[in-house]
């Protein structure tokens, strides 16, 4: 499968597009459900082509901090 860009993404969000292509999240960084809460890094690169079942580490920053 094709591992999609994740980046702007809420946790449920990520969750849900890797759970349909049959890949794992490991949540890292900021963990909170805020509205504010987004996917800003993740460990194997959009486009790359990985097997069922792989673990895609992703990384959560509150962006409203970055302001």
Do not use: C
Not at 3 to 11: D, E
Not at 14 to 25: H, P, R
Not at 29 to 45: E, F, K, L
């Amino acid at each position: 499968v094709t591992v999609p860009s994740l980046a702007g993404l809420s946790a449920a969000e990520v969750n849900n597009q890797l759970t349909n292509l049959g890949l794992y999240l490991k949540l890292i960084g900021n963990t909170d459900t805020g509205y504010s809460v987004m996917a800003t890094n993740q460990s194997i690169a959009p486009g790359t082509q990985v097997e069922r079942g792989t673990v895609v580490e992703v990384e959560f920053t509150d962006t409203s901090l970055m302001e």
